[in-house]
C-alpha cells in the first residue's frame, strides 16, 4: 500500500518520503531473493542518485504560499 502514499500524498515532501521507502522496500526484497549485488546497485543508485535529484528539486521549486493553506 506505500504506492498509494506515491499518489494520495498532500505535499510533495511526503510523496518523497513515500518514494523512498519503496526503494527500500524493492532492495529488500532483492536481499530476501539471495541477490545482494541488485540491492546494493538498488540502494546506491535509486536511493542516493535519484533521491537526491529529486529531493533538490522540491528544496528549490518555488511555492506560492495561498492564504488558504494557513485556515
Not at 502514499?5 to 539471495?34: D, E
Request: hydrophobic share 65%; charged share 10%; net charge negative.
Amino acid at each position: 500500500m506505500v504506492h498509494l502514499g506515491l499518489i494520495l500524498a498532500q505535499r510533495v515532501a511526503h510523496s518523497m518520503l513515500s518514494l523512498i521507502f519503496c526503494f527500500m522496500a524493492v532492495s529488500g526484497i532483492f536481499i530476501l531473493l539471495g541477490a545482494e549485488f541488485l540491492a546494493a546497485i538498488q540502494i546506491l543508485v535509486y536511493l542516493a542518485s535519484v533521491g537526491l535529484v529529486v529531493l533538490f528539486g522540491i528544496m528549490l521549486t518555488r511555492r506560492q504560499i495561498l492564504e488558504e493553506d494557513f485556515e
